[in-house]
Structures are given as structure tokens and as C-alpha cells.
């Protein structure tokens, strides 16, 4: 397919709950569109599609995320790690004549084999714009949180962990559920969270929420706290334990970043927080310069 | 309050979801009825008891488990570990001139403080009756997992795991829900599970499960036995790094008990499976005998 996205475009950083459209002009966002219609919420991709480009420009369209998943428009690939902009731009899916999706990203390389689809352009990005170092890792936050190694700008491995999901899940049903409905914040509370997180000890440590409760020795509007502490520190442990950067690079909001930059620097390491809206530019940008 | 439990008596197992009514003549259980009327189907108590009695005999009541919760009849209260069968007997929550509730057990011996009701009856039934040594590490898995350090067939210390809930949780809800419908049974992927369980990273590994999925490299049909693996691997990871003992008592039905024994095996100890129904009754009757 001829199809080039020099100058402008128009790309989609589609999840599975939200979606996102940058209208690109000369190379720079001229304009963004941001609502609820993430993949869930769509049936018929090639009519919103039509739509996106009644709003915003008969331009070609440029799609990354949960929209090449199973349950988006159509399942696109997963490139093998190690992988880099060249390798993205090589597995596109094109899905109409000017309309292409970003390939996902497995992984093999050492450990459980993983996989990822939307956060490959961010963490592209990222080292192209200089959020981040070409050798580093970063860590992308959230309901199933990313953490990669990235050598000479590339992505060499990667794990996933459902830090987020688990936390969400313990909040909505069971045991916990009551005692979690507060407000999470760094404080006392989060960092005796991440103390009990090095112990690796889950399923334990999570039943102590309910036990402190039970005899008094927390109060119980800080479980919340606790609980994000706990889930965010055990994984901050776990990752932290070979890793060899001083550095952890995140991309997330200030919010949920300034969370798993607290339990980074509890563990002795620097954190720092980049923009992961500014890397999806910088990345769909490089893709589409690789394309053209 | 003088009503003494001698001869002839009632005895309930109240937990949440279920309750057992043990008919006990001349320290023997005659009769047992077993239904879904546990405390969260019960609203008034006193009626039930009422009912209980007209239905089995118009004897003295003796009950254990999550009546004594803030949720049930009334709360009782927690008897401070170390505790055997003196302590609980001189906790006794008396509700009615002939009724009484037993007193959970709570710990604050070592780790985190810890709290446990109804499993305490079991615990001491156990070693009264000669299904495990007055010196052993007991385990009652189950939705909250206890591992429990007798001495001197007293409860010294014990840890609450909710690898049992974490398991439905996972099953019902989320991304893993659609994987999980399958069986369990001891066999390679169950084992497999608990070799990943060693590594304690659970919100990394179930993630596995999901890239598994993705990347077709585990039958599907697997997914649930490799989830109870790696959930019930990790539980017995934690608490064997530091047991002195070679042997894990179980109480348990055989199913659960069994896939917690191939756990314990796989970490080089061995298991014996006891019923914790007989070691119910056989700590209610020591209970009985100490108060008559």
C-alpha cells in the first residue's frame, strides 16, 4: 500500500476504554480530540474512522493500542523484541487503503514470555524526543504496568505486571473492598505500604489489612494508602532486584507517577517522571517519518 | 454464667456461608445437619438458636466460627496468642443463659498482627485427637489460608494468606476471568505454577498467564490449574523459607488438601492430609470437657 504519512496526518492512541486523536500538521499536534470511545465502545471501526476524518481532515490515519487487539478492528501482529522504529513501521496492518495500525511487541527474550500493544510508541518515542536515555529503563504505569529495558533506543525486554488491575480488583469486590474505598497519596501510610511490598509477600501482607482493622493498629482510612503502597512496592522490589540502573525513567501522569517514583526512591533509586502524552507524539511522529 | 456443656450438648460450626450442627451425646456425635444458613443468610440469632434446639434437643449451645464476628450474633472477642484450650474457655462469649460463642485467637507474637475465627477449634482439635503432633506447622487452606505454628499443643503463631480469595477474585472478574472457567488438578501445569510461585511475583506472573494466552505458548484449557499453582507455589514459597519443620500438617477436605500437599512436596517437605471435620469435633469436646 502507497499510503505515506509526510507532513499531516491524522493518529490515534486507541485503548481499550479511551481514545485519543492528534491531528498532525507539519510535522507538529495541531490539534487533539480526546473521549471515551475505546475499543469497547466501538463496533464498526471502519464507520468511526470515516467519522474521525469528517472532524478532522481527509488525512491518512495512523492507529496504535488496543485497537489492533482481538477485540479492536483487527488483530495486528506482535513484532519480536528486540524492536525499534524500523521494525514497528515494517509490521504495520494496514487496514484500509490509508489506514494502518502499530503492531503490539512480544518478547522472548529472557524470563516469561510477555506482550504489549500501545505502549511501544510511547517508549519509542520517548528515547527520540530525550525523555529518556537511548540505554535505560522506564517504567509505564497503570492497570497493567510496564517495565523495559531499552538499549541503544530500542526495546530489548520487557514485564508486565498487573500491579493496577489488582488494586482495582480489590477495591471493587471482596474482603478488602470496604476498607480501600479512600484517597491514595504518598504519605505514612503508602510508604509502610512499599516497607511491607519488600517482603514479597502478597497474600499475606493483604490479609493484614483486614487483621489491622480487626485489632486496631492502623486507621482504617489510611488502608487505601496502604494497599498502594504494598501493591507498588512488591512490584518496585521485584523489578529493582537485578536491575542495573541507578535511574528509573517513568512515563505516566503526575499522579499515578509520583506513586511509583515514591516506592523508586524508597528503594534507593532516582526516579524520573516524563510525559507519556509528549512520548506518544514523539513516537508516532518518528514512526511516521520511518513510513514516509 | 453456670450452664456447663457435660454430657450432652450442641455444637455449631458457623461460618460465613455455611453452618454445621454437631449433635454431641455422652461426648459422641450422634446426629449432624449441615445447611447454607451461615451468617450473612441469618438475621436473627436467637431464633435460630431457638430452632436449632427444637429441631436437635433442648441442650446446652456451643458455637465457633464467624458468629462471634461483627457480623454475627455478637462480636467476641480475640484470646492473644499463645492460646490453647484453657484461654479459649475462658473467653467464652456467653449470648443466652446456655449459649456461648468461642473467642477467635489473635497474634502479635511475630510479622504482622494477625487474626483468626472459628479455624482455632480445628487447631487444637487436631493435636487433642492425635491428627498432628503438639509441635508441628499446621495449614487450613481455604478462601483465607492459615499456617499455623503449634507448640506444646498450644497456637503460638500463625499467618493468614487470601490466596484462597485472590483465586475467585481472579476467576470472576477482570482480564483472567475468561482463562480461568477450567479445571484444577494436580498435573504439569499445576506444577508448573508453583515452580513460577517460587519466583514471588505474583502480579507479573498472572499477567504471564494472559501473554501465555497471546503468544499460544500454554493450552488454555491449562490456564486455571497454572493460576491455583502459581497462587497456592507462592503462599507455600513464603511460608516454608523459614519453617524448621520437615513435615506440614493439613486440615483440609481432600481436594484443596491435596493440591496444598503436591505444593509442599514440590518444596521438599512432606505432607499429611487430616480431616478438619474430626478435628472440629475433637476440639469441641476438648472445649466442652474444660468447661464442665
Redesign the interface.
Known amino acids: 500500500m502507497g499510503t505515506r504519512f509526510s507532513g499531516s496526518f491524522l493518529a490515534v492512541d486507541w485503548g481499550t476504554t479511551n481514545r485519543r486523536v492528534f491531528v498532525i500538521e507539519d510535522g507538529r499536534v495541531a490539534h487533539t480530540e480526546r473521549d471515551g470511545k475505546g475499543v469497547t465502545a466501538v463496533t464498526d471501526f471502519a464507520a468511526e474512522a470515516a467519522g474521525i476524518r469528517a472532524r478532522h481532515g481527509d488525512l491518512p490515519l495512523l492507529m496504535a493500542g488496543m485497537v489492533g487487539a482481538n477485540i479492536g478492528w483487527a488483530p495486528a501482529p506482535?513484532v519480536a523484541a528486540p524492536a525499534g522504529i524500523a521494525e514497528l513501521a515494517a509490521g504495520l496492518l494496514w487496514v484500509e487503503e490509508r489506514s494502518a495500525i502499530v503492531p503490539g511487541v512480544?518478547t522472548?527474550v529472557s524470563g516469561?514470555?510477555?506482550?504489549m500493544r500501545g505502549e511501544e510508541v510511547q517508549l519509542l518515542g520517548a528515547v527520540r524526543a530525550g525523555l529518556a536515555p537511548a540505554d535505560a529503563l522506564l517504567v509505564q504505569p497503570g492497570t497493567?504496568?510496564k517495565w523495559v529495558e531499552m538499549v541503544d533506543g530500542r526495546i530489548a525486554d520487557f514485564?508486565?505486571?498487573?500491579?493496577g488491575?489488582?488494586f482495582?480488583?480489590?477495591r471493587?469486590?471482596?474482603?478488602l473492598a470496604a476498607q480501600l474505598g479512600g484517597e491514595v497519596h504518598v504519605g505514612p501510610a503508602f510508604h509502610a505500604g512499599v516497607e511491607?511490598g519488600r517482603?514479597?509477600?502478597?497474600?499475606?501482607?493483604?490479609?493484614?489489612i483486614?487483621?489491622?482493622k480487626?485489632?486496631g493498629?492502623r486507621d482504617d482510612a489510611d488502608a487505601a494508602a496502604f494497599a498502594s503502597g504494598l501493591?507498588i512496592g512488591?512490584?518496585v522490589a521485584?523489578r529493582l532486584e537485578h536491575a542495573g540502573h541507578d535511574t528509573v525513567h517513568i512515563l505516566a501522569d503526575p499522579m499515578l507517577g509520583g506513586l511509583y517514583a515514591a516506592a523508586i526512591a524508597a528503594h534507593g533509586r532516582q526516579a524520573v517522571i516524563a510525559s507519556s502524552h509528549d512520548a506518544f507524539v514523539a513516537g508516532i511522529l518518528a514512526l511516521a517519518e520511518q513510513i514516509a
Open positions: 506482535y512480544s522472548r516469561r514470555p510477555d506482550v497493567h504496568c514485564t508486565t505486571a498487573m500491579t488491575e489488582l482495582a480488583l480489590l471493587s469486590h471482596g474482603l511491607e517482603k514479597r509477600d502478597l497474600a499475606a501482607a493483604l490479609f493484614g483486614r487483621a489491622a480487626m485489632l493498629v501493591l512488591s512490584d521485584v
